[in-house]
């Protein structure tokens, strides 16, 4: 359990801000302490509750050293005791992860990308089917997504589409679906039945402020070009597609999906910014860059973090060695917490070892 100073501190900030809140604050500030008070407010709860339970499994102890004490109630309050020991360590438990160290990129929102990887085609309508369930994912939780650029299969689906979901905590709830997703189905276009294996990679950015880092535009070589997309006669009139090449680090974002191109340009440069950090981030982390690397891969079917088996109506995480025999509610969205959840906990887990080692 935390040590119990560290507790009063958070007790004790969460009743300043209260009171600095009371007392009227405006702007930035209030939304800063806002913001603060409401992340606090179910750790103070959790405290509070801890040091009640911690209370009674004293108040308990105390009675079973009554040497007066007869023996069925001996025998009831020993069976209270273990119950409330059991629910003080769960309660200590919670308290400790909910004040694991957090990515600073948790709470904001995040950059999806999918591509087609190995499997022509049904690689392609695989991306389109797994891109689909990130929007029926985020039209549960009530975020919002924007497509930033995409390129569609020849047969349906996409070859890469990049877009951005917006909302409180969004990368903190798609952060591990970075990686290669594979999957084991018999395609539209198959005559005899056959089970084809292909496979789609999924990376997932946290979305950059300009406060971040500043770009500085010799550093840039923007190209812009006519749109190859639908738009009829306008797109044969103006060039508003631009493509952003970041020349020391050999970034390259286009986008074409705007009719406008300063809009254009505003989407690729957030777009190139996240792709520089994540980058920028990587090579300062060493372990993250570990992480990203085990998890994007190439597209090879051999590297996969997750696969979906259509014949068998189940879905398998590899990280975790979990699997659902809910492939249809996955795919709608419905399903994904049950992965997301089990990916968090083990994430958990593992701080929580390393905070025990120290």
Do not use: C
């Amino acid at each position: 359990m935390a040590a119990n100073d560290n507790l009063d501190l958070i007790l004790r900030r969460h009743d300043e801000i209260g009171a600095r809140l009371t007392e009227g604050v405006a702007g930035a500030e209030y939304s800063a302490l806002s913001r603060e008070l409401s992340d606090l407010e179910p750790v103070v709860a959790a405290i509070k509750s801890f040091r009640t339970k911690e209370k009674e499994r004293r108040d308990l102890e105390t009675m079973l050293k009554d040497p007066g004490l007869d023996q069925e109630m001996r025998v009831m309050a020993s069976a209270e005791l273990a119950a409330a020991e059991a629910e003080s360590e769960t309660m200590a438990k919670a308290i400790r992860i909910s004040l694991l160290p957090k990515d600073a990129a948790d709470e904001g929102n995040a950059i999806l990308e999918v591509r087609a990887g190995t499997g022509g085609d049904e690689a392609a309508l695989f991306a389109g089917d797994l891109f689909r369930m990130y929007v029926k994912y985020a039209e549960r939780k009530r975020l919002t997504v924007e497509v930033l650029s995409m390129s569609e299969g020849t047969a349906g689906g996409y070859k890469e589409i990049v877009a951005e979901i917006a909302g409180r905590g969004v990368f903190a709830r798609l952060k591990f679906e970075s990686g290669v997703h594979r999957v084991q189905r018999v395609p539209a276009t198959e005559t005899q039945g056959r089970i084809h294996t292909s496979a789609a990679t999924v990376a997932v950015l946290p979305v950059a402020e300009e406060a971040d880092f500043v770009i500085n535009e010799a550093d840039l070589k923007i190209d812009t070009m006519r749109s190859s997309g639908a738009g009829g006669q306008h797109v044969n009139k103006t060039e508003s597609a631009i493509r952003i090449t970041h020349l020391p680090t050999g970034v390259v974002v286009a986008m074409q999906e705007e009719r406008s191109q300063h809009r254009n340009r505003a989407k690729a440069m957030a777009l190139l910014r996240s792709r520089i950090l994540d980058a920028r981030n990587q090579k300062l982390d060493a372990e993250r860059a570990q992480e990203r690397r085990s998890q994007v891969g190439s597209g090879d079917r051999s590297q996969r973090i997750r696969t979906y088996n259509f014949p068998q109506g189940r879905v398998t995480d590899h990280r975790v060695n979990l699997t659902l025999y809910s492939l249809e509610r996955v795919m709608e969205g419905d399903g994904l917490d049950e992965i997301v959840d089990a990916l968090t906990a083990e994430r958990q887990a593992e701080l929580l070892a390393q905070q025990a080692a120290l």
